[in-house]
C-alpha cells in the first residue's frame, strides 16, 4: 500500500467523527509521527509504497481512531508552539487558540518581566513554552490534579524547562509569592454546551479540565482574579484563555475587581478568546 492508498483510507474510515480535511491532517499527524519524516517528504512521495510493518503501525493506529480517541492520545504526543509534549488522558490536548495565548504572551512580556505563574497547568504546555522561549524568566505552575503534575513534570523534563510545579486548588489556595504576569487556560466550558461539542471530545478527555456549572461558569475567573491582585506586583499582567460565548461576563469581572489596560482579543477564527489585563502602578 502507498501513502496515497493509505491517505484515503483514513479519510473513509473516519467520515463519522471528521470531515475529508481534518482525517487527512490526522493522517499527516500519524504518518509523520510513525515514519519519522516531515509533511513535505510525504508530499512528494504519495506514490511510495510502504515498508509492511510501516503499513501495519499506521493501519494499528487507524484502528484505535475509529474508536474515536484523538490521534494526540492515540500517538502519545501533541505538538505546541514547536515542542513535542506527551499526552494521555489526563490532561487536555493543548489546542492552537492556547498557542495564540502563549504568543500574546511572550510578546508583550519579552525584556519586561521576570517570573510567571501559569494556573491550571495540564500538560504544561503553557510554561514549557514560556520558559523555552524565555529562559531567563523564573516560571512556577499549578494545578488540583496530581496526575496531571506528573504529566507536566516529565514534559518539563523532556523539553529541559526549569519549572516549579504547585499542587493546589486555586479556589482555596492562599500564597504570598509575587509574581509579574499569571496565566491561566482555566475550565470554561458550560454544561448545557456539551450538546455542542465532538463526541470523542467528551469520552476521552478530562472533563474537570473542561467543564464548569451552568450556575456559576466564571468562578474560576472569580477566583483567579482575586489571587492576581494579590499576588500581582505592581503593573503586573494577567492573560487569561475564556469562552467566546461569556466573553462580556468575563470582562466584567476585570473591571469590578479593578484591573486597568484591560484588552480583548479575538483568536485566528475570530472567536472573542483572551483578555489581558493590568493591576495598577
Known amino acids: 500500500m502507498n501513502i496515497k492508498e493509505l491517505e484515503q483510507e483514513y479519510i473513509q474510515s473516519l467520515n463519522q467523527f471528521y470531515d475529508s480535511e481534518e482525517s487527512k491532517s490526522i493522517f499527516y499527524l500519524a504518518a509523520t509521527s510513525i515514519l519519522k519524516v516531515t509533511q513535505s517528504e510525504l508530499l512528494v512521495k ?3 509504497v510502504l515498508a509492511q510493518k510501516d503499513t501495519d503501525a499506521l493501519t494499528k493506529v487507524l484502528h484505535t481512531l475509529k474508536t474515536g480517541k484523538p490521534v494526540q492520545q492515540v500517538l502519545g504526543e501533541a505538538f505546541f508552539y514547536g515542542l513535542s509534549l506527551k499526552i494521555n488522558e489526563d490532561v487536555l ?45 523564573k516560571v512556577s505552575s499549578l494545578d488540583i490534579s496530581v496526575q496531571a503534575l506528573k504529566v507536566a513534570t516529565a514534559n518539563a523534563s523532556l523539553n529541559e524547562a526549569d519549572i516549579e510545579f504547585i499542587e493546589a486548588d486555586i479556589l482555596n489556595y492562599s500564597s504570598d509569592k509575587k509574581y509579574d504576569v499569571i496565566v491561566s487556560n482555566p475550565p470554561y466550558i458550560r454544561q448545557l454546551e456539551k450538546a455542542d461539542m465532538q463526541e470523542n471530545v467528551l ?63 479575538k483568536d485566528m477564527q475570530g472567536k472573542d478568546r483572551m483578555i489581558m489585563a493590568r493591576t495598577n502602578p
Open 46 to 48: 504519495k506514490d511510495k
Open 93 to 137: 490536548i493543548p489546542r492552537p487558540e492556547t498557542e495564540e495565548l502563549v504568543d500574546w504572551v511572550i510578546k508583550e512580556i519579552k525584556d519586561k518581566k521576570e517570573s510567571v505563574l501559569d494556573i491550571g497547568t495540564g500538560s504544561g504546555c503553557i510554561p514549557i513554552a514560556i520558559k523555552k522561549t524565555l529562559p531567563s524568566v
Open 203 to 265: 469520552a476521552h478527555e478530562p472533563h474537570s479540565a473542561l467543564f464548569v456549572s451552568d450556575e456559576d461558569p466564571l468562578i474560576f475567573y472569580n477566583a483567579i482574579s482575586d489571587f492576581a491582585l494579590n499576588n500581582l506586583n505592581p503593573d503586573g499582567y494577567l492573560f487569561f484563555e475564556i469562552n467566546e460565548l461569556l466573553w462580556a461576563e468575563t470582562l466584567q469581572i476585570l473591571i469590578d475587581k479593578p484591573f486597568k489596560n484591560i484588552e480583548l482579543r
